[in-house]
């Protein structure tokens, strides 16, 4: 298995511009985070899914956020409008039981 | 609000000696803890649990020690190597079950010296 899969890996957005982060997990893995980590707050849940059903989205910051699963091998992560604070490395991870398995992550910068 | 905190930023050792890197939680329905090892430009990867009803768990280097009534946990590393050097994740959660819901610290950034 080729693990989780984000891309892209980098992301240079000028604010204002719409991103789109995608995230292919793991197949078989009914479960989907999503989450972002900096220096200040470290590795936030943003939102995680199960079946593909959105669960708890609590941590997603703002309704400039907005995630999607159409189906269990796709989800998307989309801020729009950026603005310069959303600047993080985002991580996508899925699982099947209590270990989580992470992509490389889509480091973004919005300037 | 830190559920999960990593106080010591940072930790530096000599290859050969112990490192211990220290974890504490707030919330007292964490039932299970695990550590993930994280290298630049990858993600963090899974490194060994400990669920509430251990004290400890050993894989090969790695010990988790877990104190739940002082709601503290530390991984242990002996020896350490230069390979080890990472950032290290103490993370928590409230179901042991197909929910793995995760909250982690910051991060500790382990540098072992040759």
């Known amino acids: 298995d080729a693990g989780v899969i984000q891309s892209p890996r980098h992301e240079v957005t000028e604010m204002g511009q719409e991103v789109t982060l995608r995230c292919k997990p793991i197949s078989g893995h009914d479960y989907l985070f999503w989450y972002r980590q900096t220096m200040m707050r470290g590795l936030e849940l943003l939102i995680y899914?199960?079946?593909?059903?959105?669960?708890?989205d609590s941590g997603m910051p703002e309704d400039r956020f907005s995630a999607k699963m159409p189906n269990a091998s796709f989800s998307t992560l989309k801020i729009q409008p950026s603005e310069p604070r959303d600047s993080a490395v985002y991580f996508c991870a899925s699982s099947l039981g209590a270990q989580l398995t992470f992509g490389s992550g889509t480091r973004l910068t919005v300037v | 609000d830190q559920q999960v905190k990593q106080n010591s930023p940072s930790l530096s050792v000599q290859e050969g000696r112990i490192s211990i890197l220290n974890c504490d939680y707030t919330n007292s329905m964490f039932d299970y803890f695990l550590w993930y090892k994280k290298y630049p430009a990858e993600g963090p990867t899974f490194l060994i649990s400990?669920?509430?009803?251990?004290d400890k768990n050993e894989d090969g280097r790695f010990t988790v020690f877990l104190n739940k009534s002082a709601k503290h946990l530390s991984l242990h590393i002996v020896p350490s190597q230069p390979g080890d050097s990472a950032v290290y994740f103490c993370?928590?959660?409230?179901?042991?079950?197909?929910?793995?819901?995760?909250?982690f610290g910051k991060g500790i950034t382990l540098s072992v010296r040759p």
């Open positions: 400990i669920s509430s009803i251990k």
């Open positions: 899914f199960n079946n593909n059903v959105p669960i708890d």
């Open positions: 993370a928590a959660s409230a179901d042991t079950g197909a929910n793995s819901k995760l909250t």
